[in-house]
């Protein structure tokens, strides 16, 4: 384990790697594949990905029995190149972070601290909302911000540089025997979902940086004192500022520019949430609630419909009429207990061989088609009552990472297109004939798609 000298030493001497190397991203180390190619012509270039693997989180080779580095793959050890500027200051920052991390959120030293993983998913999230709670406009971060993110970012994730897992190998011996070693290779879930998450917050950092000289305004004098409660919603979040644009509405250039933003945008937001989706589906589920779930009522009606094939999924959905989250979130906590209750029926009468199985595992399916269809509805959706638990009681410190980054891009993602849509609206108020019905090829997917979840969830955009 290296020491706080240690890790001071360490970023001192990086500051002579800050000269060689000026501005460059954090997430620019990494492309992936989860975007649509278009959404990647204004992204930047991409290193190796496995350069954020350090060197110092192995020993060295000691003897000719141990593991043979000078044959395994080097780049798992490279030490990554900040692309910030360091101070001495950012060590005493550091080590007051590190030490509540490690005081597991209990400042008394005692026994009520939290699973270090638990720990780690809360310092990510507390850090995103202090940098992006207050992202009332489509406008840059200041710089301030902005190093603020990256570094402690770095420092939150820098756990996952010596996370690696041990895989059989041979090796030939000096005696010209051939030996079965160990060899320390990336962990698999780590070295896939963590580049594509530092890509894509890289990407909403340019699209934020991308705000400047634009046709569009804020007026800070609330909605409300301007008499401008034109929709619900609007008339509720009187004190935010709101979007203006000029009186014949946006160019064609700036619109197209604004829709081609939410294009992205979007396709963030679905490739964040589906690395949410399956880290949360990687994590097992807590014994101390398992009894609870046994326990939870699906409710007869919607049991009967599920248990009916002559009733489909789309037409038990269409039945709930869920209008608002907290409908749509008890049904997603009923369908998820009863889903696991049913597996833990199948394991239990497998060696059996009841023909019930068969029967459940109908009802497996459709449940969870219906679930599937719910969150697909109610994109943003708040956490389950399973994934809340899985998340406070998971020891798993890639998954607390893994997850937590991917829901707070999630989340940046979503008010960022709601940004775009406030933007969107006020052009089509300005100008009717913008989107106008004869135009409706113009209005983007993301944006019908957007304004339905938006009408089933409410207001709520964080």
Request: one cysteine or more; aromatic letters at 6%.
């Amino acid at each position: 384990m290296m020491t706080y000298d240690g890790l001071e030493t360490c970023i001192i001497n990086n500051q002579s790697l800050v000269e060689e190397e000026s501005g460059t991203s954090r997430g620019d180390e990494c492309s992936t594949d989860l975007l649509d190619d278009d959404a990647f012509l204004r992204c930047s270039s991409s290193r190796d990905v496995s350069e954020s693997f350090s060197s110092k989180s192995l020993p060295r080779k000691t003897s000719s029995d141990d593991w043979d580095f000078e044959r395994s793959p080097k780049h798992l050890y490279r030490k990554e190149k900040p692309g910030y500027a360091l101070c001495c200051s950012d060590v005493t920052d550091m080590k007051e972070k590190f030490s509540k991390l490690l005081l597991g959120e209990d400042v008394t030293g005692g026994c009520n601290g939290v699973q270090t993983a638990l720990a780690l998913s809360n310092a990510i999230t507390h850090l995103a909302t202090s940098i992006f709670g207050e992202l009332w406009k489509l406008e840059p971060l200041s710089e301030d911000k902005k190093q603020r993110w990256r570094r402690e970012m770095d420092w939150l994730l820098s756990p996952t540089n010596y996370m690696i897992e041990l895989v059989p190998a041979k090796q030939d011996g000096e005696n010209g025997r051939s030996l079965e070693i160990m060899t320390p290779r990336a962990r698999p879930d780590i070295h896939m979902n963590l580049p594509a998450l530092r890509k894509l917050d890289s990407m909403l950092i340019e699209t934020l940086d991308s705000a400047v000289n634009t046709e569009f305004w804020y007026s800070e004098v609330g909605r409300k004192a301007e008499g401008k409660n034109k929709i619900t919603r609007e008339s509720k979040r009187w004190w935010l500022p709101s979007p203006k644009v000029p009186k014949p509405g946006l160019s064609s250039s700036g619109r197209k520019k604004l829709v081609e933003e939410g294009n992205v945008v979007y396709q963030i937001f679905k490739a964040a949430k589906s690395i949410n989706h399956n880290v949360l589906l990687e994590m097992p589920i807590p014994t101390i609630i398992k009894d609870a779930l046994h326990k939870t009522s699906l409710g007869d009606d919607l049991y009967k419909m599920l248990a009916s094939e002559s009733v489909s999924v789309d037409e038990i959905f269409v039945s709930l009429r869920l209008v608002t989250e907290h409908a749509a979130l008890e049904i997603v906590n009923r369908l998820e207990a009863a889903i696991y209750a049913w597996k833990e029926r199948i394991t239990e009468e497998a060696s059996s061989g009841k023909p019930e199985i068969s029967r459940i595992e109908l009802l497996i399916n459709r449940a969870e088609r219906l679930n599937d269809q719910i969150k697909s509805k109610f994109s943003n959706l708040p956490q389950s009552f399973l994934d809340a638990t899985k998340i406070q009681y998971g020891k798993d410190i890639g998954h607390a990472i893994l997850e937590a980054y991917s829901r707070i891009l999630a989340n940046l993602a979503f008010r960022i297109l709601n940004k775009i849509e406030e933007i969107l609206q006020e052009d089509a108020l300005s100008n009717p004939t913008s989107l106008g019905s004869n135009e409706l090829s113009r209005i983007p997917d993301w944006l019908i798609i957007y304004n339905i979840n938006k009408a089933n969830n409410g207001t709520r955009t964080s």
